[in-house]
C-alpha cells in the first residue's frame, strides 16, 4: 500500500532523508507553516537537473542483440523487454498527493513520478503513464500491463510472491486524520470507537485498521484517496487511517483536517516489475542509488517534504563512559547529541567519566533521575557497562524514553531481551566493517605482517570486533603471513592503577617488531606512540578508532580511522521521542555503502589516513569495494581458539553469531577471556 518513515534505499542508508521526512512529521504535528516550495508547484518544470553525463540515447535493443557501447547488460536487457519501444509505461493509483498527481498544467507530478521521470531519463526512455486502481496494482506488470508499478505501495510478504520488488526507496508509517474541529475528541485510534473509519481498498492501512481498530467501529473501505478526503469533510467518516506523508501533506495545505496519530508499522516502499524482468529492477536499485550518490533523490525528496525546519526543541541526557573529549568513543557519542540539538533545537545535559573507577558512588539511576528532574525527555546511556543500570533506570522511569548504545535489550533474539523495558531501545553500528577495513590497511602496510591489537576489556562485543579484524587482515595479507597478537588492558581507557597502561602495552608491540597497532581502545595512546616512534626514525604505524578526527594526534602515520556517526540515528530516536512514537526498537546499522563518510546518513565511517602511499590506498579502495558487494562478515571454515568449530566450509554467519562472540577466531594470540 502507501506508507513513511524512512530507512533504506538499496544498501544505502537513507536516515539523511529521514531528516527531510520528519521535517514533514514535525509540520504536521506541531501544524507549522507549509514550505515555500509547495509540492504541487515544486517540480513543474520537470525534474531536477541531472549531475554527470546525459543518458545514452538511441533506439532500444531488440532481444538477442549484441550489447549497445556504454550500456549494461542489464540495461539492454531490461531495454529489450519493454512492453513498449522507447517509453518505461509506469502504472499508477493517481491522484494520491504527494506521491502522483496532475499539476495545474496537466503535467505529472510527485515524489513517485519525477523518481520515475529521473530513472526513465537516465534510461533514455520516454515516460508513460497509465492509471489505474491500487487494488491488485502490483501484479499488472506480469500482466503485460506496463513496465514498473510506481505507485507508493509497501513491499510485503504476500505481494513479494507475485511481483519483484526493487529495493525500498521510501519508508512509510501510517496515521490517523481527522476534522481539526474532532482533533480533542479523536485523538487515538482507541477513541474511535463506535465511528466510521475510512480506508483505502487493498491497502495496508486498510490491514492496519482491521487489526487495530476498536471492534465496534465501521471501516468504510474507498478505491480512491480523494473520496475519502470528501467524505471526512461532509461528516460521512470521522477519521482517514492511511500513509503519514499524504495525510501530512493533507494537513499542510487544509487547516480543516488535523493528524492526530502516527503509527510507526516500520513499512517501506518499492517499486515493482515483473518477476521474469529482473534486469529492470536491477536497473533501476543501480539508477537509485546513483541518484543518492549524484544528490537528485535529496532534491526532489525536499521538493516535496522539504529540508528539516523549524521542529519542537527537545532536552537529551547523554551519560559518557569517559571524558567527553577523549577524541574517541565518548567524543563520538557527545558529539552525535550535539548533532541533534543543532537539528532540533534545545539542550543537552550531559554527564561524562560515569564508570566504577572514575565515579564509584554515582550510579545509572541517580544520573537518570536527575537529568529528567532536569527536563530531559530522552536519556542516552552509551557503554555496554551502563548495562545494569540503564535497565534498573528504564524500569523506574517508564514514561521517558531511553536508548542503551551497544546493547540488546529491544532484540528479540537477544541474550538480554527486556521485552517488558517498553521505553528502552537500541542503537549500534556494525562496526564489523570498519574493523575489517582497519585490518586490511594494517595488512597491505606491514612489512612482515606482525601486527599488534590494543584492546580494552574482554567481553562479547570486543571479541567480535578483534576477530573482524583479523579478517580484514587475512583478505589483504597477500603473500605474508600474518602474526595477530591482541593485548587487553582491562577497560575502555587507561585509569592508572586499574588497567595495563596503553603507552606501555603500545611500545612493546614495537618492541617486539610488530610495525602496525590497531587501537580498540577509546582514547589515542597507539597513535601518539607511534608518532612518537616515527619521529626517532622508526617505520611504524598506527589505526586509531572510534572518532573520525582521532589520526590529528599523528596524521603522517596514520593509516585511517573508523569511526562512529551517532547523529543520524540520535535524531532518529529524538523525534521518536519528540513526537510521541518512541518504540523500544534494536537498530544495528553499517555504513552507508555508497558514501561511507556522509554524516547525515552513515552510522559508521571510514577515513583515509596520510600514511597510506598511492598503490596502497587503491588495494585497500579494491577491498572496501569487494566488502561492499559481498557484504558478508564471516564465512567459513572458520574455527575458534580451542579449535572448536564456528562456521562450516561456506557457511555465512548470521547476526547473533557475530554479536555473541564467545572466544577469538583459531590463529590469532592472546586471551578470549579475562579468567
Known amino acids: 500500500m502507501k506508507n513513511l518513515k524512512l530507512k533504506f534505499i538499496g544498501p544505502v542508508l537513507l536516515i539523511s532523508l529521514f531528516i527531510g521526512l520528519v521535517a514533514c512529521e514535525a509540520e504536521t504535528i506541531a501544524e507549522m507553516e507549509p514550505p515555500k516550495d509547495a509540492p504541487a508547484k515544486a517540480m513543474k518544470d520537470g525534474p531536477p537537473p541531472k549531475k554527470g553525463p546525459p543518458p545514452k ?44 498527481f496532475e499539476d495545474d498544467m496537466g503535467n505529472w507530478a510527485g515524489f513517485d513520478m519525477d523518481m520515475m521521470r529521473e530513472i526513465s531519463g537516465r534510461m533514455g526512455l520516454e515516460l508513460a ?15 503485460g500491463e506496463c513496465d514498473i508499478v510506481a505507485s507508493a505501495m509497501t513491499i510485503t510478504e504476500e505481494r513479494s510472491k507475485s511481483t519483484l520488488f526493487t529495493h525500498p526507496y521510501f519508508d512509510a508509517d501510517q496515521s490517523l486524520l481527522v476534522r481539526t474541529s474532532d482533533a480533542d475528541k479523536f485523538g487515538s485510534i482507541s477513541s474511535l470507537s463506535g465511528s466510521n473509519i475510512a480506508v483505502q481498498t487493498g491497502t495496508t492501512g486498510e490491514m492496519y485498521a482491521q487489526e487495530n481498530a476498536p471492534s465496534d467501529s465501521t471501516l468504510v473501505s474507498f478505491d480512491e484517496p480523494a473520496a475519502m478526503f470528501l467524505a471526512l469533510q461532509s461528516g460521512e467518516v470521522d477519521a482517514i487511517l492511511q500513509d503519514l506523508p499524504v495525510n501530512g501533506d493533507r494537513q499542510r495545505n487544509n487547516p480543516s483536517f488535523t493528524m492526530t496519530e502516527v503509527f510507526p508499522t516500520g513499512e517501506q516502499y518499492g517499486f515493482a516489475v515483473s518477476p521474469k524482468n529482473k534486469p529492470l529492477a536491477d536497473v533501476v536499485n543501480d539508477l537509485m542509488e546513483e541518484m543518492m550518490m549524484d544528490g537528485v533523490y535529496k532534491m526532489i525528496f525536499n521538493a516535496y517534504f522539504g529540508p528539516v525546519g523549524d521542529v519542537e526543541p527537545i532536552t537529551i541526557g547523554m551519560i559518557l563512559v569517559g571524558p567527553r573529549n577523549d577524541k574517541g568513543w565518548s567524543q563520538a557519542h557527545f558529539e552525535g547529541g550535539e548533532y541533534v540539538t543543532k537539528k532540533m533545537g534545545g539542550d543537552m545535559i550531559t ?47 517508564p514514561d521517558t524514553p531511553m536508548i542503551f548504545a551497544s546493547g540488546d535489550t529491544a532484540w528479540e533474539a537477544g541474550e538480554r531481551y527486556k521485552p517488558e523495558l517498553g521505553n528502552m531501545g537500541n542503537i549500534m553500528g556494525k562496526m564489523e566493517y570498519g574493523q575489517m577495513v582497519s585490518g586490511c590497511a594494517a595488512a597491505i602496510k606491514s612489512k612482515d605482517g606482525k601486527i599488534g591489537f590494543l584492546g580494552p576489556l574482554i567481553n562479547a562485543e570486543t571479541r567480535r570486533l578483534a576477530n573482524a579484524t583479523y579478517i580484514g587482515a587475512l583478505a589483504c595479507a597477500g603473500d605474508k603471513t600474518i602474526d595477530f597478537k591482541v593485548t587487553w588492558i582491562g577497560f575502555w581507557f587507561h585509569i592508572p592503577g586499574f588497567t595495563l597502561d596503553p603507552t606501555q602495552v603500545a611500545n612493546d608491540f614495537y618492541d617486539e617488531g610488530r610495525d602496525v597497532v590497531i587501537s580498540h581502545i577509546d582514547t589515542t595512546e597507539a597513535l601518539v606512540v607511534a608518532g612518537q616512534r616515527a619521529d626517532g626514525g622508526e617505520s611504524v604505524w598506527a589505526v586509531p578508532y572510534d572518532y573520525e578526527g582521532a589520526c590529528d594526534q599523528a596524521p603522517e602515520i596514520c593509516l585511517g580511522v573508523n569511526y562512529f556517526n551517532w547523529g543520524p540515528a540520535y535524531l532518529m530516536a529524538a523525534m521518536h521521542a519528540s513526537f510521541g512514537s518512541f518504540e523500544p526498537t534494536f537498530h544495528w546499522s553499517g555504513p552507508n555503502w555508497s558514501n561511507w563518510n556522509d554524516h547525515d546518513s552513515s552510522m559508521i565511517g571510514w577515513l583515509n589516513g596520510d600514511g597510506m602511499t598511492g598503490d596502497e590506498q587503491a588495494k585497500l579502495d579494491d577491498y572496501i569495494a569487494e566488502l561492499t558487494k559481498s557484504k558478508v562478515i564471516f564465512e567459513g571454515p572458520l574455527n575458534y581458539q580451542d579449535g572448536s568449530t564456528f562456521l562450516k566450509a561456506g557457511e555465512v554467519a548470521t547476526d547473533a553469531q557475530i554479536w555473541y562472540a564467545p572466544q577469538l577466531l583459531e590463529g590469532m594470540t592472546g586471551d578470549s577471556s579475562a579468567e
Do not use: H
Open 57 to 100: 540515447k538511441g533506439p532500444p535493443p531488440k532481444k538477442g542483440d549484441v550489447p549497445a557501447p556504454g550500456r549494461s547488460p542489464a540495461l539492454n536487457q531490461a531495454l529489450g523487454n519493454l512492453t513498449s519501444e522507447g517509453e518505461l509505461t509506469v502504472c499508477t493509483d493517481a491522484p494520491y498527493e504527494p506521491f502522483e
Open 129 to 143: 503513464v497509465k492509471v489505474v486502481p491500487f487494488d491488485g496494482i502490483w501484479l499488472l506488470p506480469a500482466a
Open 351 to 397: 554527564v561524562d567519566l560515569v564508570n566504577p573507577a572514575d565515579s564509584p558512588d554515582l550510579t545509572i539511576p541517580d544520573v537518570v533521575s536527575d537529568m529528567i528532574d532536569q527536563g530531559a525527555k530522552l536519556i542516552f546511556a552509551t557503554s555496554d557497562d551502563m548495562a545494569d543500570g540503564i535497565m534498573e533506570a528504564a524500569a523506574m522511569f
